[in-house]
């Protein structure tokens, strides 16, 4: 018996129904970011997008949803592993109270330049691929931010300046940073600044000068101090279910794309830096060293903040210390 015209059509639709699920939950990836587009973090992603687009021959097509517009920051985590997105980028220092391993890259004075981050992600490395690969996650690629410094609304000569200032945390060690200079913290995440400096929610804060910029810092402070404590990382990490699921040209073609953004966001945060610095100084921002007397005291906090890393880490604390000093 001949199939007719109407069951013929049924089943074209059906076929073509699979077909199109299939493609978008197999090719089809939404990957927020955390900062704007002009930023260089989002820039190189964007570039890797469009390489595992070319690599994959098509097969994952990569959608970058920047400045936390398809997800906040601290749920990304979370999403990737639930499988609500496929891949995604976040600060990685925010879960470091889930994970001590996850907040090594944001300890004050543990890793000032790029060299000494650079030997801090070799030893850790291994780390923190077993602590994701235990949640399911991928680790893709790492890439620093500029040296964080101070911005300020006064003058700051020493850490009695910051007490009873309201200080931007964007981590759990930035909150105790600010308790130990005598201010309050206040959690505000990246795209939040802003408003919380128009609303005097905060009145200072440590960050990157690329976050200086993306945030437009002089429409509300008027001083950075470059104190540079630390230079943490933002992560990219892939459920590795899904991951997984690719043909092994795809898996390679990923992974190649993926050495090659952290080998670019290395060297963009390199080039970037002096730029974004600049940036800040010709809006009308003063670009100032700290005295003698503050890193002094900075130094000493750090030394504490390293010592209550190395306790919160366990066993993997004094390893990892020790490794990382060897290298320096």
Do not use: C
Not at 183 to 193: D, G, I, K, S
Not at 214 to 224: G, I, P, R
């Amino acid at each position: 018996m001949k199939p007719n015209l109407k069951s013929i059509l049924t089943a074209a639709g059906v076929a073509a129904a699979l077909l199109a699920s299939s493609a978008v939950f197999a090719d089809k990836w939404n990957m927020p970011t955390r900062s704007t587009e002009r930023n260089y973090f989002t820039r190189n992603i964007v570039q890797f997008a469009e390489e595992v687009k070319k690599g994959t021959e098509g097969k994952v097509d990569i959608a970058v949803h920047p400045a936390d517009a398809l997800i906040k920051q601290p749920e990304v985590k979370r999403g990737i592993q639930t499988g609500q997105i496929q891949i995604g980028e976040f600060l990685m220092s925010l879960h470091s109270n889930e994970a001590a391993i996850f907040g090594v890259d944001s300890v004050p004075f543990l890793a000032s330049n790029a060299a000494e981050s650079a030997n801090l992600l070799k030893v850790t490395r291994p780390l923190l691929d077993e602590r994701l690969k235990k949640q399911g996650l991928r680790l893709l690629f790492v890439v620093p931010w500029p040296a964080n410094s101070f911005y300020a609304g006064k003058e700051i000569k020493s850490t009695a300046d910051f007490k009873g200032v309201k200080f931007r945390a964007f981590n759990p060690v930035t909150g105790r940073l600010a308790e130990l200079m005598g201010a309050v913290p206040v959690t505000v995440q990246q795209a939040e600044v802003p408003q919380a400096f128009s609303t005097n929610v905060i009145q200072a804060m440590i960050t990157s000068p690329a976050t200086g910029v993306d945030t437009q810092a002089w429409d509300f402070v008027k001083y950075f101090y470059e104190v540079k404590a630390m230079a943490p990382w933002n992560i990219v990490v892939v459920n590795e279910r899904v991951f997984s699921a690719l043909d092994q040209k795809s898996r390679d073609a990923m992974l190649a794309a993926s050495k090659a953004a952290e080998e670019r966001g290395w060297k963009l945060q390199a080039e970037e830096t002096g730029k974004l610095i600049e940036t800040l100084k010709s809006k009308g921002m003063q670009i100032r060293q700290p005295s003698p007397e503050l890193m002094a005291e900075l130094k000493k906090i750090g030394d504490q903040l390293i010592a209550e890393w190395s306790k919160a880490a366990g066993e993997d604390g004094p390893k990892v210390l020790d490794q990382y000093r060897k290298l320096n």
